[in-house]
């Protein structure tokens, strides 16, 4: 019973010196707005195409980080943004993110004729 008792006391000490610990270190975050312009997309068998130049996507955040894209559209003077993938009304299908690597995303756009001019923004999280 002393040894049982011996146990629990040293437990109970021991307990309240195990605490989580938590790292938070500073919110990298980047934003970067780009205009895809008609004459930029390249045209491919499904749709059309254009890779973004990005050179914030560094190799850390591909590592750690995360990349969001949203479709920027506006309506009544008003911008509204949609995280992709993103449905359009006809003619085009969708608007999605085909891949992000370092330096660039590309993105795609499943239409039968140009888009024409896309407003995107990137958000950008870098990696630890």
């Not at 010196?17 to 500073?26: D, F, H, L, Y």
């Not at 993938?85 to 299908?93: H, K, L, M, V």
């Amino acid at each position: 019973m002393k040894k049982l008792f011996g146990f629990l006391a040293l437990v109970l000490f021991l307990l309240p010196a195990c605490k989580k610990t938590e790292i938070i270190g500073p919110l990298n975050v980047t934003t970067v707005i780009y205009t895809v312009q008609a004459n930029q997309w390249q045209q491919q068998t499904n749709g059309w195409y254009f890779n973004i130049p990005v050179p914030q996507i560094t190799q850390s955040v591909l590592d750690g980080g995360a990349v969001i894209v949203y479709l920027v559209s506006e309506n009544g003077g008003k911008e509204y943004e949609e995280p992709l993938p993103f449905t359009f009304p006809y003619p085009i299908a969708d608007s999605e993110i085909d891949y992000v690597q370092l330096q660039s995303v590309q993105i795609a756009v499943d239409a039968i004729i140009n888009p024409g001019a896309i407003k995107y923004r990137i958000v950008i999280t870098a990696g630890p």
